[in-house]
């Protein structure tokens, strides 16, 4: 079985200030990794994946993301926060040569100015 | 168009009422899945189809959900006897290889938000 856990449903920061979201799965086989933004009204784009290369992955608009087996972890961080990280990010788990992406509950990030 | 097209946008319904949503997947891309997001949840998956074939289906909540893809692009997913809990967001991707283990990038459309009064 595979799950993932968003640890926040919502995170505030200030603009230029780091931003942390974070993700624990679980897997019972080799996973891949994936964050994902959903702007409102707007459909899911891909941040960046993990798909056991390396364990720290870098992806658009200056966001990165680093797997960590140990922990089982794949937190999102981005070192300064602009206005238009405002979103709800998901965290998306799916083992390897299936198709059930499995989504968590979402994350909901505001930035204040 | 570049992305994933659905249709409609917005639809209200009245409850028992059928609906029919509508996915145009990106032109060549041959996996298609359908995800079901309810208001303050993440999206859960509902059918996943290879061309035309429907190989996961294990998501549809009901009898009353069915979705296919006769000639391999444009799918549909059908809600028979609407009721209030099917109220969602209707997220199509589509994909260019088979299988997203392989780190295979899924793209969506904007969805279709369904409400059933």
């Known amino acids: 079985a595979q799950s993932v856990t968003q640890l926040d449903s919502h995170v505030s920061v200030s603009e230029g200030t780091p931003v942390l979201l974070r993700c624990n799965y679980s897997?019972?086989?080799?996973?891949?990794l994936f964050w994902y933004v959903q702007h409102p009204n707007k459909g899911l784009q891909l941040l960046l994946k993990y798909t056991s290369a390396a364990t720290l992955v870098k992806g658009i608009n200056g966001f990165e993301a680093e797997f960590k087996k140990s922990e089982t972890s794949f937190h999102l961080t981005k070192p300064s926060a602009h206005m238009s990280d405002a979103a709800e990010y998901f965290c998306v788990v799916t083992p390897y040569n299936n198709n059930d992406m499995r989504f968590g509950a979402g994350t909901r990030l505001t930035v204040k100015p | 168009g570049a992305g994933v097209s659905q249709s409609p946008r917005y639809k209200v319904a009245k409850r028992g009422q059928d609906v029919a949503l509508r996915c145009d997947p990106i032109?060549?891309?041959?996996?298609l899945f359908w995800y079901q997001q309810a208001l303050g949840q993440g999206p859960e998956f509902l059918t996943y189809f290879q061309n035309e074939a429907q190989l996961d289906k294990s998501g549809l909540p009901s009898d009353r959900f069915f979705a296919e893809r006769p000639e391999g692009s444009v799918s549909t997913l059908k809600i028979q006897r609407t009721q209030q809990e099917d109220s969602a967001v209707y997220l199509c991707a589509s994909s260019s290889r088979t299988l997203t283990g392989t780190g295979n990038t899924i793209y969506f459309g904007e969805g279709s938000w369904l409400t059933v009064v």
């Open positions: 897997s019972s086989y080799s996973p891949s």
């Open positions: 032109s060549g891309h041959v996996s």
